[in-house]
């Protein structure tokens, strides 16, 4: 697997997991801001439409915001590194 790859692409990473699939298949996304700081990430997909369900910044383990779409569909924004 490895970490982020220092370019202008996005890149995907595939992680599993140990709980068991309940329900459809499912696809989770950690977003990695690359050209500002995960506070201006986080008020750029605001601006959009989605919405924060678990600010884990101050959080052990920590560093990462849940964040859901206007449809409800959940992901990350990674704190970078």
């Keep these: 697997m490895g970490g982020p790859r220092h370019d202008s692409s996005p890149h995907l990473v595939f992680v599993e997991v140990p709980e068991p699939k309940r329900g459809r298949n499912r696809v989770h996304l950690d977003l990695m801001p690359q050209d500002g700081s995960q506070e201006q990430e986080l008020a750029r997909l605001e601006s959009l439409g989605a919405r924060i369900v678990d600010d884990r910044r101050g959080l052990t383990p920590g560093g990462w915001v849940v ?5 409800g569909n959940e992901f ?5 590194e």
Aim: glycine content about 30%; some cysteine; aromatic content about 0%.
């Design 67 to 71: 964040m859901a779409g206007p449809e």
């Design 76 to 80: 990350c924004v990674e704190g970078g």
